[in-house]
């Protein structure tokens, strides 16, 4: 089955610094990549998603880059603010009505 | 966006007593709901999938007759935790599936359970 691997598991940044987060998957077959959002004692929020026909996706401070080749995607958060600190999983999605695989997380703290 | 209701957003229970886990999609119908289950600092850990009108698929090493799940309308799925134990304690998330023709999966606030 799929396995989605997340790295780092902690990010400390600067606030304004941008933020780098990465994920690997398994299955050539997953074509639908969401990123969330976790603050503490909530549930998870969509931030941005990308589709495998889409390489890039960008929406104000944050950017999704997909290389289906290399089985990789990652998000990108520029000018970070105090208020993106938080819990960011990756997940992918193999076909439609099927459960989300996770990556384990990034606790993402930034340092105004 | 879809809208995903999740109630309680806590609750504290004695060990042997049960508890009931709400989950309504406020503005579609959600014919498969999946519920979750995460200990501090951990990813998501699927449970079950369940799916309107059928019984729920549960994943390797979840007791079923323990976490009753019932989707018996395409607004409300439920999860109860039967017989409660302190090792039950945990946080407990629903969400969507892909119901509404785009690729959307909405969580639920979660439930924070405690059992003392």
């Known amino acids: 089955g799929e396995n989605v691997e997340q790295h780092p598991s902690t990010l400390s940044v600067q606030e304004g610094d941008s933020a780098v987060i990465k994920c690997t998957y398994s299955?050539?077959?997953?074509?639908?990549f969401p990123w969330y959002k976790q603050e503490l004692g909530k549930g998870p929020q969509l931030i941005i998603d990308?589709?495998?026909?889409?390489g890039e996706k960008k929406d104000q401070r944050i950017a999704v880059t997909l290389n289906k080749t290399a089985k990789h995607f990652s998000l990108h958060i520029t000018e970070t603010q105090p208020e993106d600190s938080a819990v960011y999983f990756c997940?992918?999605?193999?076909?439609?009505?099927?459960?989300?695989?996770f990556g384990k997380g990034t606790r993402l703290s930034v340092i105004a | 966006g879809a809208v995903v209701s999740q109630h309680p957003s806590w609750v504290i229970c004695k060990s042997g007593t049960s508890v009931k886990i709400e989950c309504r999609s406020l503005d579609f119908q959600a014919t498969t709901m999946f519920w979750y289950r995460q200990f501090p600092k951990q990813s998501l850990m699927l449970m079950a999938t369940?799916?309107?009108?059928?019984?729920?698929?549960?994943e390797q090493g979840v007791e079923k007759d323990k976490f009753l799940i019932n989707h018996a309308s395409l607004t409300l799925s439920t999860l109860t935790v039967t017989s409660a134990h302190p090792e039950d304690s945990s946080f407990y998330i629903c969400?969507?599936?892909?119901?509404?023709?785009?690729?959307?999966?909405?969580f639920g606030s979660g439930t924070r359970l405690t059992v003392v």
């Open positions: 299955d050539s077959a997953s074509n639908y």
């Open positions: 990308i589709r495998s026909n889409v």
């Open positions: 997940a992918a999605l193999v076909s439609g009505n099927t459960p989300l695989v």
């Open positions: 969400s969507t599936g892909a119901d509404r023709g785009s690729l959307g999966y909405t």
């Open positions: 369940s799916n309107e009108g059928s019984k729920a698929t549960y």
